[in-house]
């Protein structure tokens, strides 16, 4: 059975820098993407970074450009979220999520494996 397990988060101020973490427990694929999304409350969830399993492909929303780094270390089964200069409109529930392919649309429908979520409060 896979299963994820998001950590890190919690409650900062404007402008510091927080990092998550999702280990996971390996993916019935040869190759496959893992994806950070996050979700405000009466918003959708949104996806906001990407990476693939060989640590390439990187994808950014928008959003995050700039501020958020994706990273992954397959020896340790654990993909890593830094966010830096966070800003209360980065508040959310974080989940880590994978699929069996890439690509750049990062549709939450598209994605199989999910974490529960660990949440990030940003006060201004």
């Known amino acids: 059975v896979q299963a994820q397990v998001e950590s890190g988060g919690g409650s900062v101020q404007a402008g510091e820098s927080v990092r998550l973490t999702c280990k996971d427990s390996?993916?019935?694929?040869?190759?496959?993407?893992m994806a950070w999304f996050r979700q405000a409350p009466g918003k959708e969830r949104e996806g906001v970074a990407q990476?693939?399993?060989?640590?390439?492909?990187?994808y950014y929303s928008d959003s995050v450009k700039g501020r958020f780094t994706i990273s992954l270390d397959n020896a340790k089964h654990t993909l890593y979220l830094q966010m830096n200069n966070l800003n209360p409109e980065d508040t959310g529930m974080y989940y880590c999520?994978?699929?069996?392919?890439?690509?750049?649309?990062?549709?939450?429908?598209?994605?199989?494996?999910w974490g529960r979520g660990t949440q990030v409060t940003v006060s201004s």
């Open positions: 990476i693939n399993h060989l640590g390439e492909k990187i």
């Open positions: 999520a994978a699929r069996g392919y890439c690509s750049t649309n990062l549709r939450e429908v598209d994605f199989t494996y």
């Open positions: 390996g993916y019935p694929y040869n190759s496959y993407c």
